[in-house]
């Protein structure tokens, strides 16, 4: 099979993830996912994207266990060669988690798996992986509109994600001599079932919309459907950038 991009996503099974790689494979964009805990979502979706002609293949990956990291990447190596391939294209840090509670109630176990999936594991992922990443390639970071409005409960969480932002400015500029541009896609509120689903409570989602210019929280889709294009030639001149897409909120 002729695979002419290829991309990797990690949280690929569920949420946003999932919903990238359905468009990406619509665009004819082969794609490597990773999961989880959703091992029967990653079967189910790649059923999905097969039967519509696309290709898609899962690997387990878990973002806490960072000794696991070289293993990952041998496996990655191992997929390429099975599709003629020995490099992909792009880089999708996306697997993340969240909790929301009180800064006075926030735990040190919570901070440090916050730390270690949302920052560690794509910082080491990343550096791991770019020996298989084309030059010219694309590495698109996620992170979340509370780095720019302060929610009450969300400081460790967010910390994780600011840090993330940086990241993707650091790795710009020292990737940009291979031509990889690396940049930050920011998601506003957005209906999930993230964090324990606190936007799906009444409350969260009331205050939430009267904040978004267009009136109405996001979706995987209103993110993930510009995903295609973002990695694309077009927008080539954009790295070490923070792409809002959140609807206008807190204009």
């Known amino acids: 099979m002729n695979h002419s991009k290829i991309a990797l996503i990690t949280g690929a099974s569920r949420g946003f993830g999932r919903s990238m790689t359905t468009h990406l494979t619509q665009a004819g964009i082969s794609v490597i996912g990773t999961y989880h805990r ?5 079967t189910k979706l790649t059923a999905e994207v097969e039967g519509n002609g696309g290709a898609l293949t899962f690997l387990h990956f878990d973002a806490a266990r ?8 041998q496996s990655v190596s191992g997929v390429l060669s099975d599709w003629g391939a020995h490099r992909f294209d792009y880089l999708i840090n996306n697997a993340g988690i ?16 916050l730390v270690a999936v ?22 698109l970071n996620l992170s979340t509109a509370l780095t720019k409005r302060v929610v009450p ?14 990241l993707t400015r650091y790795l710009a ?12 896609l920011q998601g506003g509120a957005t209906d999930g079932d993230f964090g324990g689903g606190i936007m799906r409570t009444e409350h969260v989602r009331e205050l939430a919309v009267q904040t978004i210019a267009l009136g109405r929280m996001g979706t995987a889709n209103d993110l993930a459907a510009a995903v295609p294009a ?7 001149w954009a790295t070490g950038s923070l792409i809002e897409l959140n609807g206008g909120q807190s204009l």
Do not use: W
């Open 38 to 42: 959703s091992a029967d979502e990653a």
């Open 66 to 73: 960072h000794d696991l990291i070289p293993a990952f990447a």
């Open 98 to 113: 969240g909790y929301f509670t009180p800064f006075t109630a926030t735990t040190e176990e919570q901070f440090d798996e």
């Open 118 to 139: 949302n920052l560690k594991a794509p910082y080491f992922l990343t550096q791991h992986l770019l020996p298989l990443l084309n030059d010219g390639g694309r590495i």
């Open 153 to 166: 409960t969300g400081s460790a969480y967010t910390a994780t994600k600011a840090a993330v932002e940086v």
């Open 173 to 184: 500029v020292e990737l940009a001599v291979r031509g990889i541009r690396v940049n930050t």
């Open 230 to 236: 973002l990695l694309s030639t077009e927008f080539g």
